[in-house]
Nanobody, 120 residues
Framework: DVQLVESGGELVQPGGSLRLSCVAD????????MGWFRQAPGKEREGVAA????????YYADSVKGRFTISLDNAKRTLYLQMDRLKSEDTAMYYC??????????????WGQGTQVTVS
């Protein structure tokens, strides 16, 4: 099992930026896909962005493409999500996860506790 800890969520004005971080305790977990998901009140959890450890492929939900950027620092065991031009609809609890496929909730094997992003 891997422990994931997110940070960086806060209240931000529309049009503003935030960078979320997710630190993993080890890279011995199953699955090379790492990504970000979010869940707003009354909504299903959805994939936001994903990448692969040791690779250069990235995946984004249509709703954030062009505004969000995912990156991974293997040395620091940290996954980042740079969020720019934030909108009110981006308000949600953001979770990082490790799994075997990008942007698919059911394919994730480990989850962090989440960090709240509020755009208002």
């Amino acid at each position: 099992d891997v422990q994931l800890v997110e940070s960086g969520g806060e209240l931000v004005q529309p049009g503003g930026s935030l960078r979320l971080s997710c630190v993993a305790d080890a890279y011995t977990y199953v699955g090379n896909c790492m990504g970000w998901f979010r869940q707003a009140p009354g909504k299903e959890r959805e994939g936001v962005a994903a990448t692969y450890r040791g690779g250069d492929k990235v995946y984004y939900a249509d709703s954030v493409k062009g505004r969000f950027t995912i990156s991974l620092d293997n040395a620091k065991r940290t996954l980042y999500l740079q969020m720019d031009r934030l909108k009110s609809e981006d308000t949600a609890m953001y979770y990082c996860a490790v799994g075997v496929a990008p942007l698919q909730v059911r394919e994730q094997t480990s989850w962090g506790q989440g960090t709240q992003v509020t755009v208002s």
